[in-house]
DNA sequence: AACGCGCCCTGTCCGC
DNA sequence: TGCGGACAGGGCGCGT
């Protein structure tokens, strides 16, 4: 499932890919990807003969950035994909979506088995009205210690579904949620209220620590997930707890637990982590 | 207000 | 071998 690591590595791919190119056309296979009130003719009619000027990121969305202010926010839910026309692996794309034609002759693809991603359409005023729904970013310099602390003594929810909430941080997903309670030695299921400051500490730091070598190995390929290349990405042989319940914990070998929290797998080694 | 649940959707896996 | 059912979960709407 991509998160901010997996939009973050589709966002560098882009960056060579398409910025500066003009969409010279718009063609919407599956209307269910694009946002309430975003009609396959508005979505055609705004990007028409319009340059994306660059590519960027906010929590796991992708945000093309378009002449005149006009963001196309790129939400991929559970399994969508990125990618353009010109990578080898497009051929195997079997769910495109959405396809920006560009002026070169190439195209942008949105592929999404599923169809849980969403595309959305903002002026500067949506988007800035969007971006202020979504938390902080764990890996800027505003993601602090204490704000850490500050975030988790507001709720008294199991701290991995705090991690989920994208309007407290943005961009974590059950993966990385998973992979940072470990790196903390934080049990998923603890109120967020009764952590500690040296545990709100720990966590913090293990988000920026796990994030950061995601984005080293172009993020996790647990299923779906492919680049904006197409490729899988190579952080997947590196998860400690992540999907390996009944597999030894890598510190010290006590089998890996799995339990559900509000419908989602967590995963934890009930000796590491407190 | 904060929290949790059910739903959307389809590829994959399991058991018979 | 084939098929039905369970499962996966990000985000949102809704009820409590």
Request: charged share 30%; hydrophobic share 40%; with cysteine.
């Amino acid at each position: 499932m991509p998160e901010l690591p997996e939009a973050e590595t589709i966002v560098r791919d882009l960056q060579d890919r398409v910025a500066g190119a003009r969409v010279t056309a718009v063609r919407v296979i599956w209307e269910d990807v694009l946002a309430p009130g975003l009609s396959p003719h508005k979505l055609r009619h705004s990007l028409r003969n319009r340059q994306i000027e660059g590519v960027s990121r906010r929590g796991k969305n992708v945000v093309l950035e378009f002449e005149g202010d006009l963001r196309l926010i790129i939400n991929l839910g559970m399994t969508g994909r990125v990618i353009s026309s010109r990578s080898p692996r497009a051929v195997e794309l079997q769910h495109i979506a959405v396809r920006l034609a560009l002026a070169d002759g190439s195209a942008l693809l949105y592929d999404d088995a599923r169809r849980f991603g969403c595309l959305d359409l903002r002026d500067a005023d949506g988007w800035r009205a969007r971006n202020a729904e979504l938390g902080v970013e764990p890996l800027s310099a505003d993601f602090t210690a204490r704000r850490m602390h500050e975030i988790t003594r507001k709720s008294t929810t199991p701290i991995r579904n705090l991690l989920l909430d994208q309007k407290r941080i943005a961009g974590i997903g059950n993966i990385y949620a998973n992979e940072a309670l470990f790196r903390a030695r934080v049990r998923p299921r603890r109120r967020a209220r009764r952590l500690t400051r040296s545990e709100t500490r720990a966590l913090r730091d293990a988000l920026r620590v796990v994030l950061r070598e995601a984005i080293a190995a172009r993020g996790t390929t647990f299923s779906d997930y492919r680049d904006g290349e197409g490729e899988s990405g190579a952080f997947e042989p590196k998860l400690r707890v992540y999907g390996r319940d009944g597999l030894p914990c890598t510190v010290c070998r006590t089998p890996i637990k799995r339990i559900v929290l509000t419908n989602r797998s967590a995963f934890y080694c009930p000796r590491c982590q407190r």
